[in-house]
């Protein structure tokens, strides 16, 4: 059964913090790992991808995958209220569709 | 371009009717997906495509049904409405790349009475 957990919020982090934001999946042979941000009542929009072990900065945010562990995370730095959303991981895997399977999602509040 | 296009936004049904959500992109994707999200959930994948004439089930299939007759559209079908498909539904699209991500629609707020 492939699966994608995520840390179980809410999580409330003050302005200017660094929230962490994990990820867990069971297939070893997931290719491709996405974090999603998802505003209440709006789609889905892509902020980080990640395909290789390791850190990958963009901005605020840093992904970091560890294949070995089948763990990854997000983490914002310098957080503001704006980032005030719904976190979603989502692992690729091995088949042809291409399918993502998401985690649950964390729900992250910034307090100003 | 527009994009990953939905409609309706939101469409209130009575337990028993049927409806189609219709989902279209301009970005010439083969791939197409049907994905449906409940409160504080994550993403289920309903059906999805891999190119014009080509459709496969999901993780959560049953009660709906999908056709691909072109490139650009890929249309839900829910034939005998029931409470538990109370949802939101989004619709995405990709060339199919590993390394690719998913583009979404804004999504179908589907209510059912």
């Known amino acids: 059964q492939k699966e994608v957990e995520q840390n179980s919020g809410p999580l409330s982090v003050p302005e200017g913090a660094i929230a962490s934001l994990n990820c867990t999946y069971s297939d070893r042979g997931s290719q491709s790992f996405f974090w999603y941000r998802q505003y209440s009542g709006k789609s889905p929009e892509l902020i980080m991808s990640?395909?290789?072990?390791g850190d990958k900065e963009d901005g605020r945010f840093t992904a970091q995958l560890n294949k070995a562990s089948q763990y990854v995370s997000l983490l914002i730095r310098d957080s503001q209220p704006s980032d005030s959303a719904t976190y979603l991981c989502a692992v690729r895997g091995r088949g042809s569709a291409r399918q993502l399977t998401f985690g649950s999602g964390t729900q992250l509040t910034v307090l100003p | 371009n527009a994009g990953v296009t939905q409609t309706p936004k939101f469409r209130i049904l009575k337990i028993g009717q049927s409806m189609t959500l219709q989902c279209a992109q301009d970005m010439n994707h083969n791939y197409m997906y049907w994905y449906r999200q409940d409160p504080g959930m994550g993403l289920k994948l309903i059906y999805y495509?891999?190119?014009?004439?080509?459709?496969d089930k999901g993780e959560v299939p049953n009660g709906y049904n999908v056709s691909r007759s072109t490139t650009e559209d890929f249309p839900l079908r829910l034939e005998l409405a029931a409470p538990s498909q109370t949802s939101v539904y989004f619709c995405a699209s990709s060339y199919g790349l590993i390394q690719e991500t998913q583009y979404f629609g804004p999504g179908t707020r589907l209510l059912v009475l």
């Open positions: 990640i395909y290789s072990n």
């Open positions: 495509s891999v190119g014009a004439g080509i459709t």
